[in-house]
T-cell receptor
Framework: NAGVMQNPRHLVRRRGQEARLRCSPM?????VYWYRQLPEEGLKFMVY????????ESGMPKERFSAEFPKEGPSILRIQQVVRGDSAAYFC?????????????FGSGTRLTVV | QQQVKQSPQSLIVQKGGISIINCAYE??????FPWYQQFPGKGPALLIA?????SEKKEGRFTISFNKSAKQFSLHIMDSQPGDSATYFC???????????FGTGTRLQVTL
């Protein structure tokens, strides 16, 4: 049973380009969470999605960032017109149900570098 | 607003010693307190978690101590090993069912 799969592992974008990060949850998990980790900091919640629904996007920047979790396929975190401050590690986690009783399983992350 | 304060920022412990990492939280409504372990280049992995109805939980060499009145919880790693060298994060569910707020992390180094 593969864990949470994130790709790419490393992504380099020039300022102004778009970054697209993918997350495939564990088999049987229908709840996906995205977190961002800046260097030397803890993880910061961005968004919580179920299939075809955004449940909580309170941590998403108001502009340039969007997320989706379609009925088929991986969850996508999209960052438009990237800036240097977007450079960070982006982690996706999944769980079989909502709530924290079942814990999260995190992927290995996508490390975004904006040059 | 920092809702979870973690200390120390870094910690060096000799092999066989006890590693202790502390976290303080602000709101008594929080009711889930996990600790995550993260190795370089990897995602965080759940190590152990506690609910506020108990004061201590032990799993192998890892123990969470929970003090509800002081709004503090700590991770104790007994008989620390070089393989425990990693960054440890405390977290809590700050008022919502599914969202975690993390501490800033403690980088643990266990020396031979």
């Amino acid at each position: 049973n593969a864990g949470v799969m994130q790709n790419p592992r490393h992504l380099v974008r020039r300022r102004g380009q778009e970054a697209r990060l993918r997350c495939s949850p564990m088999k049987g998990h229908s709840h996906v969470y995205w977190y961002r980790q800046l260097p030397e900091e803890g993880l910061k919640f961005m968004v919580y999605l179920q299939k075809e629904n955004i449940i909580d996007e309170s941590g998403m920047p108001k502009e340039r960032f969007s997320a989706e979790f379609p009925k088929e396929g991986p969850s996508i975190l999209r960052i438009q017109q990237v800036v240097r401050g977007d450079s960070a590690a982006y982690f996706c986690a999944s769980s079989p149900f909502g709530g924290l009783n079942y814990g999260y399983t995190f992927g290995s992350g996508t490390r975004l570098t904006v040059v | 607003q920092q809702q979870v304060k973690q200390s120390p920022q870094s910690l060096i412990v000799q092999k066989g010693g006890i590693s202790i990492i502390n976290c303080a939280y602000e709101n008594t409504a929080f009711d889930y307190f996990p600790w995550y372990q993260q190795f370089p280049g990897k995602g965080p992995a759940l190590l152990i978690a506690i609910r506020p109805d108990v004061s201590e939980k032990k799993e192998g060499r890892f123990t969470i101590s929970f003090n509800k009145s002081a709004k503090q919880f700590s991770l104790h790693i007994m008989d620390s090993q070089p393989g425990d060298s990693a960054t440890y994060f405390c977290a809590t569910n700050t008022g919502t069912a599914s969202k975690l707020t993390f501490g800033t992390g403690t980088r643990l180094q266990v020396t031979l």
